[in-house]
Structures are given as structure tokens and as C-alpha cells.
């Protein structure tokens, strides 16, 4: 790397370990290789912050250029299998460690295509903050499917360029200087939601660009880890919102939590068909996708009801 600050600094979060004590680096290799064969990349820096990950050293031989940033932080070293909290303290820290004046997010299961770091950079010429882009599945397998629109539906190409009130921390990038302005909200645990939510209101918005493209290949993936997952993340996301609900707002969504699972399959729908690309795959999924939204829907419920917070 050129001496002095890299212009961009990219985050790998390790997802895998939702639902295990130990996270696995089976899908980690694929995106440093994707990484280390991009196109006419600025200088670039690479953190995977970790805690309780099985290969990690044999990857550290493999790419000696990464920084794999060992997190002790007790809010890792207490976390218990069936949460997902950890992977926002997680990104937090090797947010803190990213010294680029671009800071981009990505997951170990994305595959970003070969001008993904030149696109960024070439989009952050614009005066936005957070610069987001399209996530598609790599992976044609019905599971895969089912689960890369539960996630990732909004994401999917041809993604519409312009403003947007939301991007993915699955393939999203920052102006340091605007994270920075906001430090406090995400210095101990990132959330995109609420960090992305202060820039916009701060004034500092939000475009989507569809050169920014990552390709999602989640591998050994089966229905019933899918659906504790769906149940979990479904959760951890009602917890975040739940405290800024008062308690009635909170019984309030908790009761109307049974109609997400239809209210979420229309909107999938919807832009499968708008974006006219995988709208037979969508068809073909619907009933994973029943199971599975409904998993998120439960997760929902009982995120609102539980006491206390995050």
C-alpha cells in the first residue's frame, strides 16, 4: 500500500455465526479474492474485525495484506448463539480502526465485482454521505433465493439511481468526515438504521448508484437455520425500534405483527415485477418465502414485547 492514509477503507463483517458460538470463514475467502482482484482500485485497506472465528489464521497467511482485527470487546465475548447484536459491535470497531477517507461496509458472503472499489470512489465525487449500491444473488438455488429477497428485494438489480432513505450495510460507503460527525451513535455498536437516519436528518442524504454491485453467495445454507435467522434478525430489528416507541406503540405493532408476512410478500413482488429481471424466481420461492417471513414476523412480535432494550 502507498504511504499515508488509503483513499478507501473496506469493513468485511463475518455474518456467519448468528445461530453458532463460532463463526466460520468459508464464505470469507470468496471476498478478499474479490477484493484482491479489483479493477483500477484506489489505494485500499482491508479490516475484518473478528471474535470467536474458526480459520482465521490460516487467512491471515493467505492474505497478508488484510488487517484481520481481533475484537475483545466484552459485548462479543458474552454474546450467546440465536442473536446478532455482536455483528454491530463488530463493524464498530473496524469502522474505529478504518483510516480511508472513504469507509465502505461489506459481509463476507458478498462478491463484489471488479470495479466495485473504482465505482465508490467515483460515486463519492457527489455530495451525499452514504453512497449504496445493488446486491444480487449469486447463487441459483431456491433457498438462496427466498432468503436474498427477504433480504435484499430493495437492492436488486437494475437498481434506480438517485436519493433513497435507506441503503444496506451489505454494500454501503461512507465520507469518513460524516461518520465521524456522528460517532457517538455508532462508536460502540453500528446500526445502520439509526446512523444512517441521523445523516439524513443532519442533511447529509442517501444515493443509491447501480455501478456498485455485490453479488450475495451465502453457501450451506438449509431451511432450518434460515428460519431461526429470519426469527432472530426479526427480533434484534424490533428491539432497535423499540426504544423509540412508547409502550403502546409497542403492544400496538406487536398485535399487528401477524400481517407482515403478506404486507412483505406484496412489497417483494412488487419489485421483483418493477425490476423485471427475477420475477419467475420470485414465484418460485413464495413458499419459502411464507415460512420464512413469518419467522421474521414471530421474531418481530416478541422483539416488541420483550422488556428492557438492546
Known amino acids: 500500500m502507498p504511504p499515508g492514509d488509503p483513499v478507501l477503507s473496506v469493513v468485511v463483517a463475518i455474518i456467519s455465526d448468528t445461530m453458532t458460538a463460532r463463526a466460520q470463514t468459508d464464505d470469507l475467502a470468496g471476498c478478499l479474492?474479490?477484493?484482491?482482484?479489483?479493477v483500477e482500485a484506489p489505494s485500499t485497506e482491508i479490516i475484518v474485525p473478528n471474535a470467536n472465528a474458526?480459520?482465521?489464521?490460516?487467512?491471515?497467511?493467505?492474505?497478508?495484506?488484510?488487517?484481520?482485527?481481533?475484537?475483545?470487546?466484552?459485548?462479543?465475548?458474552?454474546?450467546?448463539?440465536?442473536?446478532?447484536?455482536?455483528?454491530d459491535v463488530l463493524r464498530a470497531h473496524g469502522l474505529a480502526a478504518a483510516r480511508g477517507t472513504i469507509v465502505a461496509l461489506l459481509e463476507d458472503q458478498g462478491r463484489p465485482e471488479p470495479r466495485w472499489c473504482a465505482s465508490i470512489v467515483a460515486a463519492h465525487r457527489a455530495?451525499?454521505?452514504?453512497?449504496?449500491?445493488?446486491?444480487?444473488?449469486?447463487?441459483?438455488r431456491l433457498l438462496n433465493w427466498a432468503v436474498y429477497f427477504c433480504d435484499f428485494?430493495?437492492?436488486?438489480?437494475?437498481?434506480?439511481?438517485?436519493?433513497?432513505?435507506?441503503?444496506?450495510?451489505?454494500n454501503t460507503s461512507y465520507k469518513r468526515v460524516a461518520l465521524e460527525s456522528v460517532r457517538a451513535l455508532w462508536e460502540t455498536?453500528?446500526?445502520?438504521?439509526?446512523?444512517?437516519?441521523?445523516?439524513?436528518?443532519?442533511g447529509k442524504g442517501i444515493l443509491l448508484s447501480p455501478d456498485i454491485v455485490v453479488q450475495q453467495q451465502r453457501s450451506?445454507?438449509?431451511?432450518?437455520?434460515?428460519?431461526?435467522?429470519?426469527?432472530?434478525?426479526?427480533?434484534?430489528?424490533?428491539?432497535?425500534?423499540?426504544?423509540l416507541l412508547s409502550r403502546p406503540q409497542r403492544l400496538l405493532y406487536a398485535l399487528l405483527s401477524p400481517l407482515l408476512p403478506p404486507l412483505m410478500l406484496w412489497r417483494m413482488a412488487a419489485l421483483a415485477w418493477q425490476r423485471g429481471r427475477h420475477f419467475g424466481k420470485f414465484v418460485t420461492a413464495i413458499p419459502l418465502l411464507?415460512?420464512?417471513?413469518?419467522?421474521?414476523?414471530?421474531?418481530?412480535?416478541?422483539?416488541?414485547?420483550?422488556?428492557?432494550?438492546?
Open 33 to 38: 479474492v474479490a477484493l484482491q482482484r479489483q
Open 54 to 87: 474458526d480459520g482465521i489464521d490460516a487467512l491471515a497467511r493467505r492474505f497478508p495484506e488484510v488487517r484481520f482485527l481481533h475484537v475483545a470487546d466484552p459485548a462479543v465475548a458474552r454474546r450467546k448463539p440465536g442473536s446478532r447484536e455482536h455483528h
Open 127 to 140: 455530495d451525499a454521505a452514504v453512497i449504496g449500491g445493488a446486491i444480487d444473488n449469486g447463487i441459483d
Open 153 to 170: 428485494a430493495k437492492y436488486q438489480s437494475p437498481l434506480p439511481a438517485g436519493p433513497s432513505p435507506s441503503a444496506s450495510d451489505a
Open 189 to 202: 455498536s453500528f446500526r445502520e438504521v439509526v446512523v444512517n437516519g441521523a445523516l439524513v436528518a443532519a
Open 220 to 243: 450451506g445454507l438449509d431451511l432450518r437455520a434460515a428460519l431461526a435467522e429470519r426469527f432472530v434478525w426479526g427480533r434484534s430489528y424490533a428491539a432497535t425500534r423499540r426504544a
Open 290 to 310: 411464507v415460512l420464512l417471513t413469518c419467522g421474521w414476523s414471530a421474531g418481530e412480535c416478541v422483539g416488541y414485547l420483550s422488556p428492557g432494550g438492546r
